[in-house]
């Protein structure tokens, strides 16, 4: 209901401002020429049309469940496309937790509407390291989108890759 009164109070005032405009063309006044108070009547329809537009991010909300141990945090990555997915440096977001209990929650409000694909480690030590055995095997729990538990391999971003229109709520289970 706000969004549409914004709406019509935006066409108002676009009418506004184009009648103006039309009103100085045909007095042939130049830019320069143009009065203080009309200067300031344009300025203040310029930021009523700018700042009535919503632009709202949804907000994703992550549940993570399956914490076993109750020291380090949690790194959270984000990516929006299949390139070098997993690898540190193409997340477009990082997000820390601080692990207090053996499920925490993360509100994340600050990525616009898009396709995503994230995942996320328990630094148990700190040490800000994904670590993993002389096999290659994970040390520390980890968890993707889409609850996704790959058996011999990283998962892809297709298989991780969820789609942010709405506010949305997603629950990842460590894997241990």
Do not use: W
């Not at 009309?38 to 949804?58: A, D, G, K, Q």
């Not at 898009?114 to 040490?127: L, P, Q, V």
């Amino acid at each position: 209901m706000l969004f549409l009164i914004l709406l019509i109070l935006n066409s108002l005032v676009i009418n506004k401002i184009i009648k103006l405009l039309l009103s100085i063309l045909q007095s042939k006044l130049t830019f320069y020429n143009l009065n203080t108070s009309i200067m300031n009547y344009l300025l203040i329809c310029f930021i009523l049309l700018t700042s009535n537009v919503s632009y709202e991010n949804p907000e994703l909300t992550i549940q993570i469940e399956n914490i076993g141990i109750l020291e380090g945090r949690i790194r959270i990555g984000v990516f929006n496309k299949g390139e070098n997915f997993l690898k540190r440096e193409a997340a477009i977001k990082h997000y820390y937790i601080t692990v207090k209990s053996s499920t925490e929650i993360i509100k994340i409000n600050d990525l616009p509407k898009g396709d995503y694909a994230f995942s996320m480690f328990h630094d148990e030590n700190s040490d800000d390291e994904f670590n993993l055995n002389f096999l290659g095997i994970p040390k520390e729990p980890y968890g993707f989108s889409n609850n996704v538990k790959p058996k011999f391999s990283a998962p892809s971003y297709e298989s991780c890759k969820f789609s942010l229109a709405e506010d949305r709520t997603v629950e990842v289970t460590l894997s241990n």
